[in-house]
């Protein structure tokens, strides 16, 4: 395995925690935050003090136009710091989408340079008590113009568009889907932080749920919460004083869209296309291929994500995925068993990550596969998202 | 339409910089377009997430693909066929409604055969 990733087994993610996932917790965000992110240093062995970088994604995804308020809507890397009397060494936010995977590569360029030795990266997550995508808009400007007037408005919409032609292209069906969503759930349920927590759900309540935007229902869409996710990251040498076997960053890849004009994020040809030139880097930077991935977590905070993933990865053929979930050929490769973003709740790339770490470390419990040795985690769309791999 | 004087590429929403040529300076021209195209995709609203469209759920919103271009692309509500009806390709034309405020919004009617 050596690819031209340089840094691939210089760093390690040596520690977590999660907070309980819930619709809504009784202390303010950051102070849930706080709780994690001193839960993840204790667990990897560490004073607070030993921390020198923080670095999140605090992008709050919903397009209710709600005021964001540093500590109670997000939380940045900048305000934990400030919280725990850190002058940190590093400190960086990533802008781009794809959080959690663009805040690990940030870490581990941070610590394969020597900029800092221990930094944290976390995700806070919240629900709002409004609606999540209901804006009270009645005059849209900027790029809004191109969608509001049409009744056009939220992810879930402009997923659907995708979706549909996704379906119309190669011959997907909701039944189909039905697999991935309650396949979703049944390993959430196992999660003991889940907000899914021993709440499996049957194909045929699946098949019935409420739609949204056809075909798009409502358990297409993960559930939003409020959560926080926190790991400790820091370089070989000091991973091997740790008390946690390390899971060291392998190597990643960063999407740009490549569309060329368009109302919506997505578009399926973009995405496709978009998807295979980030998993050429991928490959590229690894220096290993889709068949080595013991634990591949793709991203499924809308359930279409998971078959563009899988197909741009390389785990099957485009247009063939909605099979391939059905039957996986890879002598039943497990795509979704830490429940994902459908299993846990809107967690934004936590799922996938932390399911990689547990199972690479030994650390997944019940959960534990036989053979875990390289894991792959993912985040929002193929063409504009994020992928890291880890191994052992 | 917005179309590059450079290289007469069509791009819809307008962009900065022509998506095609990339050229430098860039110059664009206001195209018109025929409003004929086909259906590439599409969504039935029946959750509408602003405020005047929840009395008129459930919607089509769809892509339509324009005749001038391959891959040029406007969303637009669909109007007056079938759910059951809507397939890729179908062939649409642009119509006008009230928008509020003076404003006409274009939307997609079946196209006469």
Redesign the interface.
């Known amino acids: 395995m050596s690819g031209r990733f340089a840094a691939a087994g210089e760093v390690a993610v040596v520690g977590y925690a999660h907070s309980p996932i819930r619709r809504s917790h009784d202390v303010e965000l950051g102070v849930l935050t706080l709780r994690t992110i001193r839960a993840a240093v204790a667990d990897a062995g560490l004073d607070i003090a030993a921390i020198d970088g923080f670095t999140t994604g605090a992008l709050f995804p919903a397009s209710s136009g709600l005021r964001l308020r540093d500590g109670i809507e997000i939380v940045t890397g900048d305000w934990v710091a400030d919280q725990l009397r850190i002058q940190p060494r590093w400190l960086c936010g990533f802008q781009g989408l794809g959080q959690i995977c663009g805040s690990v590569i940030l870490a581990t360029e941070a610590i394969a340079s020597g900029a800092a030795d221990y930094v944290v990266v976390h995700r806070a997550m919240y629900n709002p008590p409004t609606r999540y995508h209901t804006n009270a808009m009645t005059h849209a400007a900027d790029a809004d113009q191109w969608s509001a007037p049409h009744g056009l408005w939220g992810p879930p919409s402009h997923m659907a568009l995708v979706y549909t032609e996704y379906m119309q292209r190669y011959g997907a069906t909701r039944e189909h889907m039905a697999t991935v969503v309650t396949g979703g759930r049944r390993t959430g349920s196992q999660v003991p932080w889940s907000h899914w927590f021993g709440r499996p759900l049957e194909r045929a309540d699946y098949l019935s749920a409420r739609m949204i935007a056809d075909p798009m229902s409502v358990l297409d869409c993960d559930i939003p919460v409020t959560g926080v996710g926190a790991f400790v990251l820091t370089s070989r040498e000091r991973a091997s004083d740790l008390p946690h076997k390390p899971v060291y960053v392998a190597g990643y890849a960063q999407g740009r869209s490549t569309t060329v004009g368009g109302v919506g994020p997505w578009r399926l040809d973009d995405v496709e296309e978009g998807g295979r030139a980030v998993a050429r880097i991928l490959w590229e930077n690894a220096g290993f291929g889709p068949e080595q991935v013991d634990v591949p977590q793709v991203y499924d905070a809308f359930s279409p994500f998971v078959y563009l993933w899988l197909e741009a990865l390389g785990f099957c053929d485009r247009g063939e995925a909605f099979e391939y979930v059905q039957d996986p050929p890879v002598s039943g490769l497990p795509f979704q068993t830490g429940g994902g973003a459908i299993g846990n709740g809107r967690m934004h790339g936590v799922p996938q990550m932390l399911e990689c770490y547990l199972q690479l470390a030994g650390r997944a419990g019940d959960r534990q596969l036989a053979r875990a040795e390289v894991g792959l985690a993912c985040q929002a769309a193929p063409s504009i998202g994020g992928v890291v791999v880890y191994s052992t | 339409m917005q179309r590059c004087a450079h290289c007469g590429f069509l791009?819809?929403?307008p962009?900065p910089v022509c998506?095609?040529c990339h050229a430098d300076p860039p110059a664009f021209e206001w195209a018109d377009v025929s409003g004929h195209g086909r259906l590439?995709?599409?969504?039935?609203?029946?959750?509408?997430?602003?405020?005047?469209?929840a009395d008129?759920t459930?919607?089509v919103?769809g892509?339509v693909e324009l005749v001038e271009q391959p891959?040029?692309?406007?969303?637009?509500?669909v109007v007056g066929i079938d759910?059951d009806a809507l397939?890729?390709g179908l062939a649409l034309r642009v119509d006008f409604v009230d928008?509020g405020?003076g404003?006409r919004?274009p939307?997609f009617v079946e196209a006469e055969p």
Do not use: K
């Open positions: 791009t819809y929403p962009v998506s095609r590439a995709t599409w969504t039935i609203v029946r959750d509408a997430f602003l405020p005047g469209f008129i459930p919607y919103v892509e891959g040029l692309r406007v969303v637009a509500r759910h397939r890729p928008g405020d404003t919004v939307v």
